[in-house]
């Protein structure tokens, strides 16, 4: 199961947005400096898609995609040094796949600043630094320990080559995922989970005062995400806390107020989904209807494999339509059998996010 991993300063917001997206209630646990062992909680995956077919197919049972959260302790500057949480911290990081870096714009005089002003893009560099030279530190280890020895075999000459690339970069204060690694490379680095290879998403952490979108922190934060290439995501954290408290109904009308459309707790779960490289499938029936995750570029078999091993080991084929097509052809297999849309496909065919599948198969 892959893991998202909410990091930010202390008090910038993450367990706030971790109750947000986990539907957690409104206690959130104040932070302990001591507290390294993160909450974890799996999430389903908000999809309309998803609860179209639910309500078409009326089956006994639903099951949506789920994805894990992790609410980690806030990272400290010198973190890496091992202040604050420091190491313990950083090792929850690695073992994250994707990152949501909350980032705190809200103003609350109650809520102490650990650098005493509000100021988003100097509290992501903190983070980003603490992360870099986190890398920096794994990558002097194991150069060192190669350099140590007398003589190094040819896959040592290789991987201190390409590890001396991955350090200049790092000194350059740039994290790893900017210097386009190829899939061999990142293969042979993958035993360092490098937390400045991890996909991240920014999350701006909004009071409900600052819903002016020129807000000017707002739009430093967001020039600094462009520059990165990050995506960003605006969140009214303490409100949208608030907000799931109430009764559906008001719910809408609240963030119709507030000229939202979609919560921001549903965008940021598709966000963080899309982020960690994943994406659905859905098999259908009057007994069940349900969503299930792969990884982007997997395959018919790899499908069949997550249902059950069986249907991997006897595979035939799959019998496969779109989501679309299925809805713009009456919502009838028939229809879209008639119309050419509903394909067989076979082992290597690459499932698309949305696709409605059926395994053949032979055991
Ligand atoms: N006014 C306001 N306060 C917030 C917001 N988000 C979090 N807080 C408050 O800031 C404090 C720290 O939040 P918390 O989520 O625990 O931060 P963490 O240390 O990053 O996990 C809590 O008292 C929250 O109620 C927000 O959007 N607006
Ligand atoms: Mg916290």
Redesign the pocket.
């Given at each position: 199961m892959l893991k998202c991993g909410i990091i930010?300063?202390?008090?910038?917001?993450?367990?706030?947005?971790?109750?947000v997206v986990t539907r957690a209630g409104a206690e959130?646990?104040?932070?302990a400096s001591g507290k390294t062992d993160p909450n974890r909680a799996m999430v389903n995956v908000p999809d309309e898609r998803f609860d179209h077919l639910a309500r078409l197919f009326e089956p006994k049972k639903v099951t949506p995609a789920t994805v894990e959260f992790v609410?980690l302790a806030?990272l400290s500057r010198n973190a890496s040094k091992g202040e604050g949480v420091g190491n313990a911290f950083l090792s929850f990081v690695s073992e994250s796949d994707a990152l949501v870096h909350?980032v705190?714009l809200?103003?609350?005089s109650?809520?102490p600043h650990p650098e005493n002003s509000i100021d988003p893009v100097r509290d992501w560099n903190i983070v980003e630094m603490e992360l870099i030279f986190r890398d920096l530190g794994v990558i002097e280890n194991r150069l060192s320990r190669l350099q140590a020895k007398k003589k190094n075999i040819p896959s040592e000459i290789e991987e201190k080559a390409l590890l001396e690339r991955c350090q200049s970069c790092l000194l350059e204060e740039r994290p790893l995922r900017e210097l386009g690694l190829s899939s061999e490379d990142l293969r042979l680095l993958s035993g360092f989970a490098f937390v400045t290879l991890k996909p991240e998403l920014i999350v701006a952490?909004?009071?409900?005062t600052q819903t002016d979108d020129s807000l000017p922190v707002l739009g430093a934060l967001r020039e600094l995400a462009k520059t990165k290439g990050i995506r960003l995501l605006k969140i009214?954290?303490?409100?949208e806390m608030e907000i799931t408290e109430l009764p559906e109904e008001e719910q809408k009308e609240f963030m119709g107020e507030l000229g939202i459309e979609e919560s921001g707790r549903n965008r940021l779960i598709s966000e963080a989904y899309a982020l960690l490289g994943l994406l659905s499938f859905f098999t259908t029936g009057k007994d069940e209807v349900r969503a299930w995750t792969l990884v982007k570029g997997d395959n018919a078999v790899d499908a069949a494999g997550a249902i059950h091993s069986d249907l991997a080991r006897g595979f035939i084929r799959a019998q496969v339509v779109s989501y679309e097509d299925f809805i713009s052809h009456e919502h009838s297999l028939a229809k879209c059998r008639e119309k050419g849309v509903l394909r067989l496909e076979g082992k290597e065919y690459i499932v698309a996010d949305g696709d409605m599948i059926e395994i053949r198969f032979n055991v």
């Open positions: 930010g300063l202390p008090l910038s917001g993450k367990s706030t947005i971790f109750n959130v646990k104040p932070y609410d806030g909350v705190r809200f103003e609350n109650d809520v952490n909004l009071d409900e009214f954290g303490k409100m």
